[in-house]
């Protein structure tokens, strides 16, 4: 076997589609975000980061670090274990009483990533269920693709938001047969939202369960950061509710929040969930820091918000396509994978702007995008800077702009 001819031929043909990732190496600078460093081919560069999922710029919160230097001082570093085996601290218990709290549910259960909570959960609810029939939202993200696939039984793809053919799905089987319909609510790449009202009524006429990933969500919606869901007044509707610690609340890990029998069974049979090493308190601490700051606070998400608005209206005035939508996410199109890098690495090299080119597999094939996401630490004068140059980029790539 020639290993290494065959480990080369797989990254070659990423790298022939244009598909082939490099990491932007950054150093953040507490109290300055969205500011950063640089280093890159030549050296390093202050830039400004224009792609980040800290949404509220909670991991520069003066409350969130000053929690998590007491807590590093108090008790060290690590957890020490698996939940199990000691690794269950006070600031765990803690921060699954806030979580369960902020979506009105009975209990909630943290784990190391949101990728882990949507892939450990739902790959066990398929299992405790049997042949459940999972009906999982075309858009879903890849942990919950993941998990389903995991779980090993029946999955049907329902078209993105569309409620008739959901409908047409959850009557493909018996009324009493056993159904998990998992969807997000505000979609992290053309940054629309679900009508989750609506797609729960459907869900639970049908005697399905209804499994909702609020990870861009959550902190950012809602009067107290619970989400869309709360937003919308219909926490109750959701069974199960999956966010993440490390985008609006600014930290890591993940979690759910559920009935305490769901609880109960994914801590008691998920292997991704019992075997792994418990999140540090002192990430703990600092997410319960930024959950019970957001849960009174709503200062930043109306600045978020407001950022977002206005981004949106100075692109659009000076023609860039812009996908409208009624979230914080700010997709401008360029409909090409390799012009997508290119408009990418001269907004970095010329311009000290960093934002990621979004290309295949995370959206379709002529969708490529560049994704912005505007946080309340980005003050007008950044936004002007931004402008400019993309309206420059644009004019020497000659990239189509809006009608
Ligand atoms: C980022 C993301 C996740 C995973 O959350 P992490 O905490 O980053 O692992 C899950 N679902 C969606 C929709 C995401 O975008």
């Known amino acids: 076997m020639d290993y290494a001819g065959k480990l080369s031929e797989?990254?070659?043909?990423?790298?022939?589609?244009?598909?082939?990732?490099?990491?932007?190496?950054?150093?953040?600078?507490?109290?300055?975000?969205?500011?950063?460093?640089?280093?890159?081919?030549?050296?390093?560069?202050?830039i400004v980061v224009w792609c980040s999922n800290d949404y509220l710029g909670m991991g520069q919160n003066e409350l969130v670090t000053a929690a998590m230097h007491e807590a590093i001082d108090l008790v060290g570093a690590g957890s020490g274990g698996t939940r199990n085996i000691s690794g269950t601290t006070h600031y765990h218990v803690e921060l699954e009483e806030e979580i369960a709290d902020l979506h009105q549910k009975e209990a909630a259960l943290l784990f190391t990533s949101g990728y882990i909570a949507n892939d450990a959960t739902l790959s066990t609810l398929g299992r405790i269920f049997g042949d459940s029939l999972i009906i999982s939202d075309e858009l879903n993200h890849?942990?919950?693709?993941?998990?389903?696939?995991?779980?090993?039984?029946?999955?049907?793809?329902?078209?993105?938001n569309d409620l008739e053919h959901l409908e047409e799905l959850l009557q493909s089987v018996p009324l009493d047969h056993p159904k998990i319909v998992a969807f997000e609510s505000v979609y992290s790449m053309d940054g629309d939202i679900a009508p989750i009202e609506a797609i729960c009524?459907?869900?639970?006429?049908?005697?399905?369960?209804?499994?909702l990933d609020e990870v861009h969500a959550v902190g950012l919606y809602g009067p107290r950061g619970g989400g869309i869901a709360e937003r919308d007044g219909i926490?109750?509707?959701?069974?199960?509710?999956?966010?993440?610690?490390?985008?609006?609340?600014?930290?890591?890990g993940g979690y759910i929040a559920a009935s305490s029998a769901v609880v109960d069974v994914v801590r008691s049979y998920a292997p991704g969930f019992i075997f792994s090493t418990s999140l540090s308190p002192v990430l703990v601490a600092g997410v319960l820091a930024?959950?019970?700051?957001?849960?009174?606070?709503?200062?930043?998400?109306?600045?978020?918000?407001e950022r977002a608005?206005?981004?949106?209206?100075?692109?659009?005035?000076?023609?860039?396509?812009?996908?409208?939508?009624?979230?914080?996410i700010v997709p401008v199109m360029v409909k090409d994978a390799v012009l997508c890098k290119q408009v990418a690495d001269d907004l970095l090299s010329d311009h000290k702007i960093y934002v990621q080119p979004i290309n295949?597999?995370?959206?379709?094939?002529?969708?490529?995008?560049?994704?912005?996401?505007?946080?309340?630490?980005?003050?007008?004068?950044?936004?002007?800077?931004?402008?400019r140059a993309l309206d420059a980029v644009w004019t020497r790539h000659n990239i189509k702009r809006a009608a």
């Open 10 to 46: 797989a990254l070659d043909a990423l790298k022939s589609e244009g598909r082939y990732r490099v990491f932007a190496d950054i150093v953040r600078h507490r109290g300055s975000f969205p500011r950063a460093t640089f280093h890159g081919p030549s050296g390093e560069d202050e």
């Open 142 to 160: 890849a942990s919950m693709i993941e998990g389903i696939r995991r779980g090993g039984g029946p999955k049907r793809v329902w078209r993105h």
């Open 290 to 305: 930024s959950v019970r700051h957001l849960k009174s606070s709503n200062v930043e998400r109306e600045r978020h918000q």
């Open 235 to 252: 926490l109750d509707k959701v069974d199960i509710i999956e966010g993440t610690l490390a985008k609006g609340f600014g930290v890591m």
């Open 309 to 328: 608005t206005k981004l949106r209206r100075m692109l659009l005035d000076v023609g860039l396509p812009v996908m409208m939508c009624e979230s914080h």
């Open 360 to 387: 295949y597999p995370t959206v379709p094939r002529g969708t490529e995008r560049l994704r912005f996401t505007p946080c309340p630490l980005h003050t007008d004068e950044m936004m002007d800077d931004l402008v």
């Open 201 to 211: 009524d459907l869900a639970h006429k049908y005697g399905a369960l209804t499994y």
